[in-house]
Protein backbone atom coordinates (compact mmCIF):
# COMPACT_ATOMS: atom_id res chain seq x y z
CA UNK A 1 0.00 0.00 0.00
CA UNK A 2 2.86 2.58 0.84
CA UNK A 3 4.39 1.98 -2.74
CA UNK A 4 0.82 2.84 -4.25
CA UNK A 5 0.91 6.02 -2.16
CA UNK A 6 5.02 6.83 -2.80
CA UNK A 7 3.80 6.82 -6.59
CA UNK A 8 0.32 8.87 -6.48
CA UNK A 9 2.69 11.57 -5.02
CA UNK A 10 5.47 11.22 -6.99
CA UNK A 11 2.93 10.82 -10.07
CA UNK A 12 0.76 14.00 -8.36
CA UNK A 13 3.89 16.22 -8.31
CA UNK A 14 5.25 15.75 -11.96
CA UNK A 15 1.82 16.84 -12.79
CA UNK A 16 1.54 19.86 -11.13
CA UNK A 17 5.13 20.41 -12.28
CA UNK A 18 4.08 20.23 -15.80
CA UNK A 19 1.11 22.40 -15.26
CA UNK A 20 2.58 25.29 -14.33
CA UNK A 21 5.27 24.88 -16.91
CA UNK A 22 2.76 24.68 -19.24
CA UNK A 23 1.07 27.75 -18.01
CA UNK A 24 4.31 29.63 -17.58
CA UNK A 25 6.59 28.29 -20.49
CA UNK A 26 6.29 30.53 -23.40
CA UNK A 27 6.02 33.87 -24.00
CA UNK A 28 2.51 35.48 -22.28
CA UNK A 29 1.77 38.22 -25.19
CA UNK A 30 2.56 38.64 -28.38
CA UNK A 31 4.00 41.85 -27.03
CA UNK A 32 6.51 39.45 -25.18
CA UNK A 33 7.89 38.06 -27.87
CA UNK A 34 7.69 41.27 -29.91
CA UNK A 35 9.92 42.27 -27.30
CA UNK A 36 12.30 39.25 -27.28
CA UNK A 37 12.62 39.45 -31.34
CA UNK A 38 13.47 43.68 -30.67
CA UNK A 39 16.45 42.34 -28.35
CA UNK A 40 17.47 39.60 -30.74
CA UNK A 41 17.70 42.21 -33.42
CA UNK A 42 19.03 45.32 -31.51
CA UNK A 43 20.29 47.08 -28.16
CA UNK A 44 19.80 44.02 -25.35
CA UNK A 45 17.31 44.48 -22.77
CA UNK A 46 19.48 43.42 -20.05
CA UNK A 47 16.50 43.09 -17.48
CA UNK A 48 14.22 41.42 -20.65
CA UNK A 49 16.94 38.81 -21.59
CA UNK A 50 17.55 38.25 -17.61
CA UNK A 51 13.90 37.24 -17.03
CA UNK A 52 14.25 35.03 -20.07
CA UNK A 53 17.08 33.39 -18.79
CA UNK A 54 15.45 33.19 -15.50
CA UNK A 55 12.40 31.93 -16.37
CA UNK A 56 13.06 29.15 -19.00
CA UNK A 57 16.28 27.77 -17.55
CA UNK A 58 15.54 27.58 -14.03
CA UNK A 59 12.86 24.72 -15.38
CA UNK A 60 15.58 22.16 -15.96
CA UNK A 61 18.01 22.87 -13.82
CA UNK A 62 19.64 25.65 -11.10
CA UNK A 63 20.76 28.98 -12.60
CA UNK A 64 24.42 28.40 -11.39
CA UNK A 65 24.77 25.56 -13.23
CA UNK A 66 24.96 27.62 -16.95
CA UNK A 67 26.31 30.67 -14.68
CA UNK A 68 29.28 28.83 -13.64
CA UNK A 69 30.65 28.03 -17.02
CA UNK A 70 32.14 30.23 -19.47
CA UNK A 71 31.33 30.11 -23.39
CA UNK A 72 31.87 31.80 -26.84
CA UNK A 73 28.93 33.21 -28.50
CA UNK A 74 28.83 30.05 -30.73
CA UNK A 75 28.79 27.46 -27.71
CA UNK A 76 26.17 29.22 -26.40
CA UNK A 77 24.41 29.06 -29.43
CA UNK A 78 24.92 25.29 -29.47
CA UNK A 79 24.03 24.93 -25.72
CA UNK A 80 20.02 26.48 -26.26
CA UNK A 81 20.01 24.82 -29.03
CA UNK A 82 20.50 21.82 -27.71
CA UNK A 83 18.64 22.67 -24.97
CA UNK A 84 15.49 23.38 -26.94
CA UNK A 85 15.93 19.99 -28.18
CA UNK A 86 15.03 18.78 -24.69
CA UNK A 87 12.34 21.34 -23.31
CA UNK A 88 10.48 20.00 -26.97
CA UNK A 89 10.61 16.45 -25.19
CA UNK A 90 10.08 17.39 -22.05
CA UNK A 91 6.91 20.39 -22.13
CA UNK A 92 6.25 19.49 -26.37
CA UNK A 93 7.42 23.10 -27.52
CA UNK A 94 11.37 24.04 -27.97
CA UNK A 95 12.29 27.42 -26.55
CA UNK A 96 11.36 29.74 -29.27
CA UNK A 97 14.02 31.14 -31.20
CA UNK A 98 13.56 34.86 -30.08
CA UNK A 99 14.26 33.81 -26.35
CA UNK A 100 17.04 31.33 -27.48
CA UNK A 101 18.59 34.39 -28.58
CA UNK A 102 17.88 36.48 -25.46
CA UNK A 103 19.26 33.68 -23.56
CA UNK A 104 22.59 33.60 -25.86
CA UNK A 105 23.11 37.68 -25.26
CA UNK A 106 22.37 37.38 -21.10
CA UNK A 107 24.99 34.18 -20.65
CA UNK A 108 27.24 36.31 -22.83
CA UNK A 109 27.03 39.19 -20.31
CA UNK A 110 27.77 36.84 -17.62
CA UNK A 111 29.32 33.92 -18.70
CA UNK A 112 30.90 34.72 -22.16
CA UNK A 113 34.61 34.70 -23.49
Known amino acids: MKK ?36 ASGPVDFDLAKATFEKTCSKCHSLNRPLGKTKDRESWNRTTRRMSSRHKALFGKPIPEENRKAIVE ?8
Do not use: E, H, Q, R
Open 106 to 113: YLLMNAGK
Open 4 to 39: VSILTMVMAGILMFSMNVFADGMPSSDADSAALAAT
